[in-house]
C-alpha cells in the first residue's frame, strides 16, 4: 500500500492485521488506541472530534469489503456508538466470528480507593464478556484529580484479579489511603463528571494512556447503571460571609491556632492574620470540589508557590505570617476531618520546606500575573487606591510599561 491519501486511509493501514486478532477485547483495544490519536490532536471538544471522526470513517468505508475495513468499522461503531451511522454497521463476510462479541460485556465488580488528602480518587470496575469466545475478563481503573477537577489517567488490563489484589495490598500497607467497595452508579456519575471537563482541556497530562484508552473508556462507562435521582444535585455554594467569620473564630480558638501563636496575634499584625485567613479560604473556593478544610502537601504547594503570588498582594508583614497561619490552619484542618497523625505531620513538613522558595517567590515577583504586578507597583510607588485621581494619574504615566507586560 502507498502512502495513506486520507486519515481514514491511515487509520486502515495501521489496522491492516485486526482482523487477525484473537479476540474482541484486543480489537476494541486497538480500536481504542486508534481514536486516540484523534482525541489528542484535538483543541477542544475531543469527544466530539472523535465521534465526527467515527462518524466520517463509517461514511468513508461503506462500501468497503476488506476484512480490515468491515472489522474496524465494527469495533469503532461498538466503541463510539453514538456517532453518526454507527447503528447501521453490519458485520461483513470477513469479520472474524469474535466481531459479534464486541462491546457485549458486564460489570463484575467496583471499587474505590485515593489518599485520605482527597487528592485523588481512582476507581477501579471489573469486566467480563457475556460469551468468553469474546474475550477475557478485563479492569478498567481510573484517576480522578481533585485539585484540577479532571480524569487523569486511564489504565486497561488483566487479569482483574492480580490487579484488584495488588490495590488492596496497596491499600492496607499504607495508613494514608483508603479502599472501599463502590455502587457502579457513583463511578458512572463520578468518572463522567471529570472527564467532560477533561474533554474540553486544550491540553492533556502529559503522562499515562488517557488518549490511548479514552475511547474504551467511555464504552464501559456505558455499561455501568445510571443513578436515580429525581432532583439535581446542588451545586457547591461559596462559604457566605457569615459562615467565613464563624469558620475563622472557630480556628482562632483552636489549640493549632495557640501552638502557632496566632490566638495571641493583635495589632498591626492583627490585619495581616485575617487577610492571610481570607486568602486560604479564597484558594479553597477556588477547587471544583470546594472544601475549606482540604489540606495536602500538594495543595498547600499549589497555595504557597503559585496561586498567592497570582492571585494576592502581599507585603511584608502578610508574606511573613502566611506561613505560619497555613500550618495552623493545615493542623486544624487536618484534626476536623480526622487524618492520622502522619498525614497531618506530612503536611506540615512540606509547608516549612517550602518557605525558602515562597520567600525567593515573594521577593523576586515572578509568578505575579499583570494585574498583580501592576497594583503591586502602584503600592510600591505610595498611590493610594481609593484616590481617583492619583489613580488616574499613576496609570496615566505607567500605560506604556502597563502595555508591554499585558502584552
Not at 469489503?65 to 469495533?75: E, F, G, L, M
Not at 458512572?188 to 474504551?216: F, M, N, Q
Not at 473564630?249 to 495557640?258: D, I, V, Y
Request: aromatic letters at 6%.
Amino acid at each position: 500500500m502507498g502512502t495513506p491519501q486520507t486519515p481514514y486511509d491511515a487509520v486502515l493501514h495501521a489496522a491492516r492485521d485486526v482482523a487477525k486478532l484473537e479476540n474482541a477485547l484486543d480489537a476494541e483495544m486497538l480500536g481504542a488506541a486508534l481514536l486516540g490519536s484523534v482525541y489528542a490532536v484535538a483543541e477542544t471538544d475531543r469527544d466530539s472530534a472523535v465521534r465526527e471522526f467515527v462518524a466520517g470513517f463509517l461514511a468513508a468505508t461503506s462500501r468497503r469489503r476488506s476484512a480490515a475495513a468491515t472489522t474496524v468499522r465494527s469495533v469503532f461503531a461498538a466503541l463510539v456508538p453514538d456517532a453518526e451511522g454507527a447503528a447501521r454497521v453490519r458485520p461483513g463476510a470477513a469479520t472474524p466470528a469474535w466481531a459479534a462479541h464486541l462491546g457485549r460485556v458486564h460489570l463484575t465488580g467496583c471499587w474505590s480507593y485515593g489518599d485520605v488528602y482527597g487528592d485523588q480518587t481512582s476507581y477501579l470496575a471489573t469486566f467480563a464478556y457475556d460469551d468468553p469466545a469474546g474475550g477475557p475478563a478485563h479492569a478498567v481503573v481510573t484517576l480522578l484529580d481533585h485539585n484540577i477537577g479532571i480524569t487523569k489517567d486511564v489504565f486497561v488490563g488483566g487479569p482483574p484479579d492480580r490487579i484488584l489484589d495488588q490495590v488492596r495490598q496497596m491499600c492496607a500497607g499504607d495508613e494514608l489511603t483508603w479502599f472501599r467497595d463502590e455502587e457502579p452508579a457513583r463511578m458512572h456519575t463520578e468518572v463522567g463528571r471529570h472527564l467532560a471537563i477533561t474533554d474540553g482541556l486544550s491540553e492533556l497530562p502529559g503522562e499515562g494512556s488517557l488518549a490511548t484508552d479514552r475511547a474504551l473508556l467511555g464504552a464501559r462507562l456505558a455499561r455501568l447503571p445510571h443513578p436515580v435521582r429525581t432532583v439535581p444535585a446542588p451545586a457547591v455554594e461559596p462559604l457566605s460571609a457569615a459562615e467565613r467569620t464563624e469558620l475563622v473564630r472557630r480556628f482562632l480558638a483552636s489549640p493549632e491556632a495557640a501552638r502557632f501563636g496566632l490566638d495571641a496575634v493583635d495589632g498591626a499584625e492583627l490585619a495581616s492574620l485575617h487577610f492571610c485567613l481570607s486568602l486560604l479560604l479564597d484558594h479553597a473556593a477556588s477547587f471544583p470540589d470546594a472544601d475549606p478544610m482540604r489540606w495536602s502537601p500538594t495543595v498547600s504547594g499549589l497555595f504557597l508557590l503559585d496561586w498567592v503570588h497570582r492571585r494576592a498582594v502581599l507585603d511584608m508583614d502578610d508574606a511573613a505570617l502566611l506561613p505560619r497561619v497555613l500550618r495552623g490552619w493545615a493542623a486544624y484542618a487536618a484534626r476536623k476531618r480526622g487524618l492520622p497523625e502522619r498525614a497531618a505531620a506530612q503536611t506540615d513538613t512540606a509547608i516549612e520546606e517550602m518557605v525558602p522558595e515562597f520567600a525567593r517567590l515573594y521577593s523576586t515577583g515572578e509568578r505575579r500575573s499583570p494585574a498583580t504586578a501592576a497594583v503591586a507597583q502602584l503600592m510600591a510607588d505610595g498611590v493610594d487606591p481609593d484616590d481617583p485621581a492619583a489613580l488616574d494619574a499613576w496609570i496615566e504615566a505607567n500605560r506604556h510599561r502597563l502595555a508591554d507586560e499585558g502584552a
